[in-house]
Every structure is written in structure tokens, then in C-alpha cells.
């Protein structure tokens, strides 16, 4: 059986909302949502069934019908781990579309990646790539997620445009996939500020490849559906 449609999500500032405004957008589809990291359960209402360290009959029953299904592997602190490789195969097959988030970011808005992030299999279609701007003016000690992976910073060193840029293209060389097969998200875009230094950075970075946009899921996410799902079935 031919996998489904397959998006890694990666970054911070928004990953899991964006997920599941993603998913949301599917009400006539089966929609697997895990990880290939960490996440925290996605229960019902969310979520139409939540399978923790669920067999591969269960996985199959779940995505027999329409419907969010959130499975993973029981993890600490309440959160679940990624699925067994067999596991996530075969809930790719029987899913219409697979969402999974594949890094964590420690509810930091920014965040750069050590070896072995993200966590993306072989075989995604797309990568969205989410960036919060709530980061800007703070010091990257306390906005950006392994800040000390950049040798530049100071703890001191504040976040501008420049600090997001770096931070966005970090993320896309990480992913391993093209550029046009990247989707950058700067959210959280709820100041004039914020969104100057997001059109600065969209500029430069549309010019290598990967699409860009700028909002707020917070404030008004009707644009991420058309916007992702229009690249997943053009790609």
C-alpha cells in the first residue's frame, strides 16, 4: 500500500498549533499526528482516538475511518515518543496524511539543531519550518534553544533580523530536504517590529528557494492550510 502524504514539522514558536490547524483542515480524512521526538498526547476532543503504545491492529482499526489520530510511544513527563519504524510505515499506509513534529525546541521561539535533529525519515514530502518572532529584541540565552551552537553569540547577544536568519537557515540545512521542499513559517508576527524583520529575512530567504509566510496562528491561521496543503499536492 502506498504511503500517505507525509509532513515533518520542525523549529519552534507555534509547531504543535500549526500541526494541529493542519490537521483540523482534513475533517473528511484520516490524519495521523505522532512524532519521531517528543509531543504531548493529543487527546480527545483534539483528536478523535489516542493510541498510546498501541499494536499494529489497533493503529489499523484507529485509521480505518475519518478522523485525528494521535499514537505514540509512552514517554516521561506525560509526553509520547515516536513510533516504531514498522509502526509509523504502517500508519503512514493507512492514514490519508501524516503529520509529525521532529524536534523539540523547550518552548524557546528559536532554536538551532545538534547532530542527529531533526528526526525526519526517508520518504517526507514536505518540511514546515517554524520560526516565532516573539524572539526578537530578547537575548538568545533566553529566546533560542542551543544558542552556544553558534560560536558569534554571547548570552547577551540580542535577536534581529540577522539572528533570524541565521536561525532559518540553520533549520533548513538541518532538515536534508531541498528548499523547495521547505515551507518557513515566521509566526507570532503581532507587532510592526516583528514584521519588518520577518519581511527582511522572507526576502532573502525566497531567494534560495524554500516558500515563506508571516502571520499569527494565534491571531488568524486560515491561511497555513491552503497555503501548506496547496504545496504538499503540487509537490
Same mark, same amino acid.
Given at each position: 500500500m502506498k504511503p500517505s502524504p507525509c509532513i515533518a514539522i520542525i523549529g519552534s514558536g507555534g509547531k504543535t498549533t500549526a500541526m494541529l490547524t493542519l490537521a483540523r483542515a482534513c475533517p473528511s480524512q484520516r490524519v495521523l499526528i505522532t512524532t519521531t521526538t517528543h509531543i504531548y498526547?493529543? @487527546?480527545p476532543p483534539e483528536s478523535r482516538e489516542l493510541l498510546v503504545n498501541p499494536s499494529a491492529q489497533q493503529l489499523k482499526a484507529a485509521l480505518s475511518r475519518p478522523g485525528i489520530v494521535c499514537a505514540g510511544m509512552a514517554a516521561k513527563e506525560g509526553k509520547l515518543s515516536g513510533l516504531p519504524e514498522d509502526l509509523f510505515s504502517l500508519g503512514r499506509s493507512f492514514a490519508d496524511?501524516?503529520?509529525?513534529?521532529a524536534d523539540g525546541s523547550r518552548q524557546h @521561539?528559536?532554536?538551532?539543531?545538534?547532530?542527529?535533529e531533526p528526526m525526519i525519515p526517508a520518504g517526507c514530502d514536505l518540511c514546515l519550518i517554524v520560526l516565532g518572532l516573539s524572539a526578537l529584541g530578547q537575548p538568545v540565552s533566553q529566546a533560542v534553544h542551543r544558542w552556544q551552537l553558534c560560536p558569534k553569540w554571547t548570552e547577551e547577544t540580542p535577536v534581529s533580523a540577522e539572528v533570524l536568519l541565521f536561525c532559518a537557515r540553520e533549520a533548513l540545512q538541518s532538515s536534508g530536504l531541498p528548499p523547495e521542499n521547505c515551507l518557513m513559517l515566521f509566526n507570532q508576527a503581532e507587532g510592526t517590529s516583528q514584521l519588518a524583520a520577518a519581511q527582511e529575512v522572507s526576502r532573502a530567504l525566497e531567494q534560495e528557494g524554500p516558500s515563506c509566510r508571516i502571520g499569527s496562528l494565534k491571531e488568524d491561521a486560515s491561511f497555513l492550510a491552503p497555503w501548506v496543503l496547496g504545496h504538499l499536492h503540487s509537490s
Open positions: 498526547p493529543v @487527546p496524511i501524516t503529520l509529525y513534529e @521561539p528559536l532554536k538551532l539543531h545538534r547532530e542527529g
